[in-house]
């Protein structure tokens, strides 16, 4: 079964700016971690700073507590937003790729299938089982 064209044209246009937008976002979030790693290690010495580098999210939060002190609240801004912003593209890739398979022949043909073949299963349970005929009596 090969999609039509204009739903391969459309998923490879959504998985274009899908891989763009996570490019530029993993970008940002790169340098918004290192610039708090690198205020991290000054602050509390190596241990912590190897904690910030294997648990990002330690990293993260010690930013924010630290953001006034240090002048990272901007960094710590634009981190939160790249977060933010991942969570958001997913959710806008996963709806635009939805759209591409509903709109695609062969799902609308499966999806018709799926739902007739329920709607026979809920008759066969509402019907009435048939009543047994009675037994003949013994002469």
């Known amino acids: 079964m090969e999609p039509d064209s204009q739903a391969a044209a459309a998923a490879t246009g959504i998985g274009l700016i899908v891989f763009a937008a996570y490019g530029i976002i993993a970008i940002i ?3 918004c971690w290192i610039k708090v ?3 991290l290690f000054k602050k509390e010495g190596a241990g912590l700073g190897i904690l910030g580098i294997f648990c990002n999210i330690y990293a993260f939060i010690w930013g924010w507590m630290k ?3 240090l002048g990272l609240k901007k960094t710590m801004i634009w981190w939160t937003l790249c977060i933010v912003g991942a969570i958001g593209v997913s ?3 996963a709806a635009g790729m939805a759209g591409v398979a509903a709109n695609s022949p062969e799902f609308q043909k499966e999806f018709k299938k799926a739902m007739d073949d329920a709607k026979r299963q809920a008759q066969e349970q509402q019907a009435p089982a048939p009543v047994p005929a009675p037994a003949p009596a013994p002469n």
């Open 37 to 39: 790693l690198i205020a």
């Open 67 to 69: 953001s006034t002190e």
């Open 91 to 93: 959710v806008l890739a």
């Open 29 to 31: 979030s790169l340098v």
